[in-house]
């Protein structure tokens, strides 16, 4: 029979991890390939072009359009500072005299003798793109941006908000089942990862920006009160670039739930070391999950790997993705191969998982996903 394979998050403690870091337009890349890099290092730079600013000159000087080029005491291609004259009108033998003033600091970019109006340029505005993990520049894209290697232990989460950024991990909570309240974020979380159990609330994302903390990794969030700290509704879009302090990473769902032991049992491992997080997350096409790395972590055993390239068999970790049992984790019994009608009425591939209190559930097999691990 054909393997049926379902993508799923890794949690693995011994990973090669492969970032691209590109630049948003052609600029110039500042490290070469084999170069050592740390989260920190500018490998790429470039500028944006500032924005737009349009000043009516001839409606402001009361003259045509095609007499404006008269007036202009900043021609095409000139600087100016806002406030300067732009732009100049005597009349009366001088005895009157318009004039128009510069909005922005900028550059005269057009000049339009058919609009009567003057475009105006703003400085263009300088980006940069950090290596965001410790590692090696494996390729360099030129003029884009380049690929850092690294190897260390590698999560994904189910979702997650907030950017990147870097910190030491700090377990909080003694269990998977424990939740992460603002009792357990301490004065010293500043700089730090602060990883929960089974759910992380609202006053302790408060109390964690206050004191400094960079992250915060827990099993489930309340969405009213991820809706509380970010102001406003999640839609559909990407994630990742909200304007907030404490990026947060959910590993399992919305509202209480543990933690996967694999993950938590990973996380009490990374204690005391830095890691680099992103909140970033899309769950449409290109799908995109939030993570976390630790590079240069060494397990102290020769763990065996999680071997995927035969998809869902029996004995295969995963966790269910849809009602009745969204959340849940679970384990591969049986794989029916024949087509079986469901409640919708549609025939569709089954299997059978063994929850963790040892029940038996019968799901379809696009209502689950493997635990990579």
């Known amino acids: 029979m054909a393997h049926a394979y379902t993508p799923g998050l890794k949690v693995t403690e011994r990973a090669v991890i ?67 004259i732009l732009a100049e009108y005597r009349s009366f033998f001088g005895l009157f005299k318009h004039t128009v003033t510069s909005p922005v600091d900028g550059v005269v970019e057009m000049v339009s003798t058919v609009t ?20 090696i520049v494996e390729e360099v894209l030129p003029k884009e941006g380049v690929i850092v290697k690294t190897e260390g232990a590698f999560i994904q989460g189910i979702f997650g908000v907030g950017g990147e950024t870097q910190g030491v991990i700090r377990v909080a909570v003694e ?98 070391f830095r890691a680099s997080i992103n909140g970033a997350t899309q769950i449409r096409a290109g799908v995109m999950r939030p993570e976390i790395i630790v590079p240069g972590y060494q397990p102290q055993e020769d763990t065996k790997e999680q071997d995927l390239s035969q998809g869902l068999v029996p004995g295969t970790p995963l966790r269910i993705i849809r009602e009745p049992y969204f959340g849940q984790l679970a384990e591969v019994v049986d794989l029916p191969p024949e087509l079986q009608v469901i409640e919708t009425e549609a025939r569709v591939r089954i299997l059978r998982a063994k929850l963790a209190d040892g029940t038996i559930v019968t799901v379809p097999r696009a209502n689950v996903e493997i635990i990579e691990a």
């Open 18 to 84: 492969r970032k691209t870091r590109r630049l948003p337009l052609l600029g110039e890349v500042l490290v070469e390939k084999g170069a050592a890099v740390s989260p920190d290092t500018i490998v790429a730079r470039t500028d944006i072009p500032g924005n737009p600013q349009t000043v009516n000159v001839a409606n402001s000087l009361g003259v045509e359009p095609e007499d404006i080029a008269d007036f202009m005491k900043v021609k095409t291609g000139g600087s100016i500072k806002k406030g300067e």
């Open 116 to 135: 009567g109006q003057v475009t105006l340029r703003e400085p263009p505005i300088p980006i940069q793109v950090d290596a965001y993990i410790d590692g």
């Open 175 to 272: 269990g998977p089942d424990d939740v992460l309240d603002e009792a357990q974020v301490k004065p010293d979380d500043k700089g730090k990862i602060i990883i929960g159990g089974s759910l992380v609330t609202a006053a302790a994302i408060k109390k964690a920006a206050e004191v400094g903390a960079l992250g915060i990794v827990a099993g489930g969030i309340i969405d009213s009160d991820l809706i509380e700290y970010l102001g406003h509704d999640i839609g559909v879009a990407i994630t990742g670039h909200e304007d907030i302090p404490v990026t947060v990473i959910i590993t399992e769902g919305f509202g209480r739930m543990r933690m996967a032991h694999r993950t938590f049992e990973l996380l009490k491992r990374l204690q005391g």
